[in-house]
């Protein structure tokens, strides 16, 4: 184990290398948190691929395809399918925004006054975001180092808050361009076709397992009609996600960028149930699903090669970890704490010192309330269900609804705000978290509010309809205190 350790040594000492150089660059607002608005595609379509697959599509979806066999890629082809959704349809138009924030557009859309509600919604989203990716750490430290669950946590967790802290989105985009490299390597490359080779080709998979096990549509329609409405639409609106999109350089990079990661994540998704399948012909009597991961790599990879899946694993877990964690303090920071102190935007002359100071401490904070908060959990899959649940059933129809109907009002995206997130709250104690009736129902008592609201207030104020509409098309001057990306 002695090559593994210092595999996964060298790794972690990189990405605290990479925090300390992004902070260096990260001298403005747009630096610290978007990353200056200009990322090419190559760097654009690895992080964007990196936020997105983290533990739950790693390790979760070898889980899945341990218990349902190809059919498990469901959950991660749902991600995959959202991100091209959000790249064709919505990218370019979101990009040319030039906000910080999901709500930050709200406030665009509406004429202001959504930005708190929406923000406290879309917070504790980003918030048990981060929570499941820290608590994947226990499992993949526990393989590593045979430590307990809290110093597991709390390891895992340091690290990212501390490159996160340094550097910001610098750092993170620095980081997730290594750890995408690492997943590819060492998830595609290595560990799936040495899983298909030690469990005896596909052909012996086949006749080893149930007929179920090679059906696309085994693991049931309902479940996939619920990861596709919580999965694929939870891609369209994240804060987690939308912050990666204004990273990029213009339209083409965020449209043609984010295409490529859809793409690759569908592929993932596939490889994905297939190693879990796999590990089902090869351990039949796991005690859970979510061991499959863990016990192929441990038993059946040589040494050196072992290290570095573990390796891809953790960054699979870091990328998402981190790409939450700045979007759950961008949220808290701009979006909660300035409105509730009554403050303005600062002036575009103001001290990009102190603006960056501010975001960095806010990261900071709540990355110690992250880790406090993992320890405390023990599910994972239901914390990243109330998280999906609170994002979905609250934000995603005032989201859409601004984008895609001008009748919609700021009453109207209140309303629904409320009752949405409300009605999946009040569900989810009633039928339980892992139910699927909360997000189905919350949604569409979120739907019926906002088309209630709106059409029994006044429309829109024209002005305000004409400045979205300046924004939208891309031509609302720049930010002083941000710089132009480069002509291509």
């Known amino acids: 184990m002695a090559v593994d350790y210092t595999v996964i040594v060298v790794y972690l000492a990189g990405m605290l290398a990479m925090g300390w150089w992004g902070m260096r660059r990260a001298r403005s607002k747009s630096e610290f948190l978007v990353a200056g608005r200009r990322l090419g595609p190559a760097m654009y379509s690895g992080t964007m691929a990196a936020i997105v697959l983290g533990g739950a599509s790693t390790i979760g979806g070898v889980g899945l395809g341990y218990k349902y066999g190809l059919s498990g890629a469901w959950m991660v082809f749902a991600i995959g399918l959202g991100l091209l959704a959000l790249s064709v349809f919505f990218s370019a138009r979101i990009a040319r925004l030039r906000v910080y924030t999901v709500s930050e557009m709200l406030d665009l859309r509406y004429g202001g006054r959504a930005g708190v509600i929406s923000g406290v919604v879309m917070w504790a989203y980003t918030l048990m975001l981060a929570v499941t990716s820290t608590i994947a750490y226990a499992t993949i430290f526990d393989v590593l180092f045979d430590v307990n669950r809290t110093v597991a946590i709390v390891l895992g967790g340091s690290i990212v808050v501390a490159y996160s802290t ?6 993170i985009t620095l980081t997730d361009m290594v750890q995408f490299v690492v997943k590819t390597i060492g998830v595609l490359l290595l560990l799936l076709p040495i899983a298909v080779v030690k469990a005896g080709g596909f052909s012996a998979m086949r006749a080893k397992l149930p007929t179920s096990y090679v059906d696309p549509l085994g693991i049931g329609g309902e479940t ?24 990029a350089r213009n339209d083409r990079t965020a449209r043609w960028g984010g295409t490529v990661a859809g793409t690759y994540c569908l592929v993932y998704a596939l490889a994905g149930a297939v190693i879990g399948t796999a590990a ?31 390796a891809a694993a953790l960054a699979a877990v870091m990328s998402t970890s981190s790409g939450a964690l700045i979007a759950c303090a961008t949220v808290a920071n701009n979006d909660i704490w300035s409105r ?15 603006e960056v100071r501010g975001n960095r401490a806010f990261i900071l904070i709540m990355g110690v309330v992250v880790i406090v908060t993992a320890i405390a959990l023990n599910d994972v899959v239901e914390a990243l269900t109330v ?17 895609l109907w001008k009748r919609g009002t700021v009453q ?32 569409l008592a979120s739907l019926a509010a906002y088309l209630a609201g709106s ?14 509409r300046e924004r939208l098309a891309g031509r609302t001057p720049e930010l002083a205190s941000e710089p132009v990306p480069a002509p291509q």
Request: hydrophobic residues 50%; glycine residues 14%; negative net charge.
């Open 280 to 310: 089902r012909v090869l351990y039949p009597h796991l005690g859970s699903a979510d061991d499959a991961f863990a016990t192929i790599v441990k038993d059946e990879l040589p040494v050196g090669v072992r290290g570095l899946v573990l």
């Open 455 to 468: 059409l029994a207030t006044r429309p829109t104020d024209a002005a305000v309809l004409a400045a979205w």
């Open 387 to 403: 998280a999906y649940n609170l994002l979905v059933g609250g934000l995603l129809v005032p989201i859409l609804g601004g984008l």
């Open 224 to 247: 996939i009609f619920t990861y596709v409405l919580i999965y694929t639409f939870g891609m369209l609106i994240g804060q987690d996600i939308w912050q990666r999109v204004f990273t």
């Open 412 to 443: 109207g995206a209140l309303a629904s705000v409320v009752v949405g997130g409300v009605a999946v709250v009040g569900l989810m104690a009633v039928y339980g978290i892992l139910a699927n009736e909360p997000v189905y129902y919350g949604l």
């Open 340 to 354: 509730l102190r009554g403050l303005t935007r600062r002036a575009p002359d103001g001290d990009g010192h102190d």
């Open 166 to 171: 340094l550097g910001g989105m610098w750092s």
